[in-house]
């Protein structure tokens, strides 16, 4: 089966440089130097649907503008582009969330994916009015899910849970196809909800091995519960003709930091309450305690896998570098742990779109690990003025 490519909508704004915002940080520290405008985020939305990227994840907080509303905008200036939506359970009820995936699913059929986020963060939650602890989100997320699938499976649902308190619901137009369900979480409670509900497992991008473990857990409580589940990764990528030229970049972006700002980010992101975070921040915890983090070659986790970027940036934290054909090897590792999905992004979004679309994707075709079933050419990455072989 081929892998399936996802692209990022940078909601909070796009820049050449690391763009900072995520998981632990608060609202506001996440700004770019474009604007996250209908018009731009199209631009890359349309890119990636030519590229034959299966969706576009757009994520949802305090830090960033709000996902149904954007990419009901979005969807309506591309053609074939899913988009993998992040909503956080609790904020809207059940019965409403799976009206507006409904709806969605109505006006642009079979492009909606939902991304469940159900909160590391107690007090971004409690902004929203959420006063629950981690523990009890998890389990309110069960309950959501649950209603929201039987909901879609057209049945009538009263339901009256420790979280959840529905009575007669249904919905008057039942999405078809259903939107297949994203979940991430590293913690037991997350765990659980994802053997009972999830579709696709997110993970963020710790080394081939640490996934494979991960992939190994997940799919045994999903067997359990007579269950099978896909799996994806969500990364960064940095990639050029040479691998020079990437970690060349890699420099270059970590060129605009400095300790203050790496100091405050990271004293952010440790309040994080998320286990997910907490393995991000230990990627690069060494050299932050050294100063040795100046040195992009020294980020370098595992070959070609770079923990720069979570410097200062909450969530995703690592990023594929290299030349074209390193980047498809470490995605090959990583589809030999399991991995069948990859969510990407760079900086900038729609530059590195192209870097990544012309010179990794016909990479990958040509090892038949990608094949979206569209016919199509594409011209190399390198330079279209010198002629080939100079």
């Not at 474009?34 to 649907?49: E, K, N, P």
């Not at 629950?132 to 009538?156: I, M, N, P, Q």
């Not at 590195?352 to 079933?373: K, M, N, S």
Request: negative net charge.
């Amino acid at each position: 089966m081929s892998l399936k490519l996802h692209w990022f909508l940078p909601t909070y704004g796009d820049s050449r440089f690391i763009v900072g915002g995520g998981h632990g940080l608060p609202a506001g520290i996440a700004r770019g130097d474009r604007d996250a405008s209908i018009g731009y985020l199209s631009s890359i939305a349309r890119t990636a649907d030519d590229f034959g990227f299966t969706a576009a994840l757009t994520p949802a907080g305090a830090w960033c503008e709000d996902a149904w509303l954007t990419t009901a905008m979005v969807a309506r200036e591309t053609e074939r582009l899913g988009f993998l939506v992040a909503f956080r359970p609790g904020l809207v009820s059940p019965t409403l969330a799976a009206q507006m995936a409904a709806t969605f699913d109505k006006h642009a059929p079979g492009r909606l994916l939902l991304n469940v986020v159900t909160g590391g963060e107690s007090a971004e939650q409690r902004a929203y009015g959420d006063h629950l602890d981690k523990a009890a989100r998890y389990a309110r997320t069960d309950e959501f899910l649950s209603v929201v699938r039987r909901l879609w499976a057209g049945e009538t649902v009263t339901h009256h849970g420790e979280h959840i308190t529905v009575d007669d619901a249904t919905l008057a137009t039942l999405p078809d196809p259903v939107p297949p369900i994203y979940f991430g979480g590293s913690s037991p409670e997350a765990g659980v909800v994802a053997a009972r509900h999830t579709d696709v497992y997110l993970t963020w991008g710790e080394p081939p091995a640490a996934v494979a473990k991960k992939v190994e857990w997940i799919r045994g409580l999903a067997a359990a519960q007579g269950r099978t589940v896909r799996f994806g990764v969500r990364l960064h990528v940095i990639t050029r003709d040479t691998a020079e030229q990437a970690w060349a970049e890699a420099g270059r972006l970590l060129s605009a930091l400095d300790d203050d700002t790496v100091g405050h980010v990271q004293d952010g992101l440790g309040r994080s309450e998320s286990v997910g975070q907490a393995a991000m921040r230990d990627l690069h915890a060494t050299h932050r305690a050294d100063g040795s983090w100046r040195d992009p070659r020294a980020l370098e986790i595992v070959p070609n896998l770079w923990s720069g970027v979570g410097l200062v940036r909450g969530g995703a934290g690592t990023a594929l570098v290299g030349s074209h054909g390193e980047v498809a090897d470490l995605i090959a590792e990583y589809t030999a742990a399991g991995i069948d999905e990859f969510v990407l992004s760079g900086y900038p979004h729609l530059e590195e779109l192209y870097w990544f679309g012309e010179g990794v994707i016909p990479e990958l075709t040509r090892r038949g690990l990608f094949d979206d079933g569209r016919p199509r050419t594409r011209a190399s990455a390198g330079n279209p003025f010198v002629p080939a072989g100079r």
